[in-house]
Each structure stands twice: as C-alpha cells, then as structure tokens.
C-alpha cells in the first residue's frame, strides 16, 4: 500500500501544478498565447517539488569526488596482511540532502597500522520522499544517492595486500 503513496502523491503535485497554471493563465489577457503560457507556468511549477533534489545531487556528486578516494596511508604498503575496520556512518553537515559517511580502512594485521583508508557515502531522498516512504524508500529519486571507490580490488591487488576477515577489528586507529 506504501508503495502508492509516493506515486499518488505526484500525480497529486501535478494536478495541482496544473490547476494552479490554468487559474494564473486566466488571469491574464485573452490571446492565443493563453495556452503556451498556461504550459510554460506548469513545466515551471512542476520540478520544484524535486528542487532539493536536483541541487542536493550536484553536492552530493561534489562531495563523491572529494571524498570516496583511496589514500595510502604508509610508505611501504606492499605485501602486508591487512583486515578491514569500518567506522560508523556519521552525518555529514551543511549539505541540502541528508549525507551518511562511512570511513573505512584496510589495517596490517602485524602492526595495527592504517595502510589504505577511504570513505563511502550514503545520501537520502529530498523532503518528498522523506515523507512519503518508509526507512527502505529512502533513495533519492533523480540521482544515485550511494558512492564508494571503485577500484578497492586492483589496488589492493597492486600492492600485492593479503586480506583476512577472521582478525578481530578494534578500534579506529589515528593515520
């Protein structure tokens, strides 16, 4: 049932956008330009209900390329057994959409030294879907709203890193 309510509300929006463009046409002179101008205050009205959206994604987006890079963090990183210790997401303030990031490192397993770092981010729907869905309908509806570093396996490959996932992870070390 939740399921419609995020489409009910847009056709609701638009008819809305519709109606509001026909009442403002009419107020202005009769000509044949009545209808264009009806369709121009419509495609006008239309979007700003995804405006937080739209500019929160060019943000987001900003802050992708910032932030979900890989950093070596030592000199010699070759050929370590490393593991992978994660913080929590923590909120990342000042942005139009709500932004989780996630700090995440590969740590040697010998030393406990951070060897790679790198963040992934996680942002949330503008205001329309904030409060038309639920926690699983969360995703923003006009971009991605999820960034990682892509290339983890070749460089951890490229620097001939061993994994292990059985090392108990402790806490986040200082780089």
């Not at 008819?15 to 205050?41: M, P, T, V």
Request: charged content about 20%; proline content about 8%; aromatic content about 6%.
């Amino acid at each position: 049932m939740s399921a419609l309510l995020l489409p009910g509300v847009l056709m609701a929006w638009l008819a809305g956008c519709w109606w509001s463009a026909d009442k403002i046409g009419n107020h202005f002179f009769d000509s044949d330009l009545r209808l264009e101008l009806k369709a121009l205050i419509f495609c006008a009205l239309a979007p700003l209900v995804l405006v937080d959206e739209m500019l929160g994604g060019v943000q987001f987006q900003e802050l992708c390329r910032t932030r979900a890079v890989i950093t070596i963090n030592t000199a010699q990183p070759q050929g370590r057994t490393v593991y992978l210790a994660a913080l929590p997401a923590e909120p990342v303030p000042g942005l139009m959409l709500p932004v989780q990031e996630r700090r995440l490192a590969y740590i040697d397993a010998d030393t406990r030294e951070t060897v790679l770092s790198f963040s992934t981010l996680r942002a949330e729907g503008g205001k329309l879907v904030r409060a038309t869905g639920g926690p699983h309908l969360s995703e923003p509806l006009t971009f991605n709203g999820r960034c990682a570093p892509g290339d983890r396996p070749s460089v951890l490959n490229s620097l001939g890193l061993h994994l292990v996932t059985s090392k108990a992870e402790p806490d986040w070390p200082s780089p």
